[in-house]
């Protein structure tokens, strides 16, 4: 498994340098103020001000520090070096108050302490963990009693298509370890990058469950026949700004949301 994990580091570490400099995370516009997060988590999640926030798997944090801009006091976490490398670096730049740690979000107890009033994790992240079970329990380990735990992600209906969205090739649960050759990355589908990375698909019943087995109460559970993110191939963008897959306008889901809340 740590193989897997190491992989992944390397994969996100490459993406990393091509992200940060690309029109997908438009990171010039962001400095000036505009927000990375969706209209979805804004609305949902709602008032962060004067709250802990810790944010899983955060990549390079510009979600983050956008919950810091909103008023919230955040810690970013991210397996990739070169994502928190450039993290702090945004935060120094924009004179932002945030911390950021460098870990597999599994041993992130090891690594941090503290327990924080809202965690929060977002688009394409439990793709990346083979198992949800420990990933629920540091989820429970770092909320407040009263705190809320709450995710935006691509419904698993998605990662069930091919990567040209045309035919279904991948089972809806978890049937192990998906291996995949990749060249570019969902952010510059031409950039000079080829690598491996592994992933496992996670069903709706098996992310909830993990949560509700740590004694979190669900909240409320949402689904959306659209992705915020021009990040699949064959996507038409709909008059609402958001993109659907071609062919399959509104006919499957493609994001869903969750909230849950420890006692």
């Known amino acids: 498994m740590q193989n897997f994990i190491d992989a992944n580091r390397h994969a996100w570490n490459l993406r990393t340098e091509v992200h940060k400099n690309s029109e997908f995370y438009n990171v010039a516009a962001w400095k000036q103020g505009k927000t990375s997060l969706g209209e979805i988590e804004l609305r949902e999640l709602g008032d962060v001000r004067g709250k802990s926030l810790l944010h899983l798997q955060c990549h390079f944090g510009q979600d983050t520090l956008s919950w810091a ?5 955040v810690t970013g976490c991210d397996l990739s070096e070169n994502a928190i490398d450039y993290a702090r670096q945004l935060a120094r730049e924009t004179g932002l108050d945030a911390r ?3 870990c597999n979000v599994y041993d992130l107890p090891q690594h941090l302490e503290g327990q ?3 965690v929060f994790t977002s688009y394409g992240v439990v793709g990346w963990l083979p198992d949800l079970e420990p990933w629920a329990a540091v ?7 009263g705190g809320v735990f709450y995710m935006a992600e691509f419904h698993p209906v998605v990662w069930m298509l091919d990567e040209k969205m045309e035919f279904i090739k991948y089972a809806y649960h978890n049937a ?4 995949t050759e990749q060249t570019g990355t969902y952010a510059d589908r031409y950039a000079d990058l080829n690598y491996k990375e592994y992933g496992w698909n996670h069903s709706l019943s098996e992310v909830i469950n993990a949560l509700l087995r740590q ?4 909240e ?3 689904e959306y026949p659209y992705s915020p993110y021009d990040c699949f191939d064959k996507t038409v963008q709909g008059p609402d700004g958001n993109y659907r897959i071609q062919g399959l306008e509104d006919k499957i889901p493609m994001v869903y949301s969750l909230r849950a809340r420890k006692p």
């Open 139 to 145: 989820i429970a380990h770092f909320l407040k009693n």
């Open 100 to 102: 950021f740690v460098c």
């Open 69 to 73: 801009r909103q008023g919230a006091q």
């Open 176 to 179: 192990g370890v998906i291996e």
């Open 220 to 222: 409320f559970l949402n």
């Open 116 to 118: 924080f009033d809202i």
């Open 215 to 218: 004694g979190l109460q669900l």
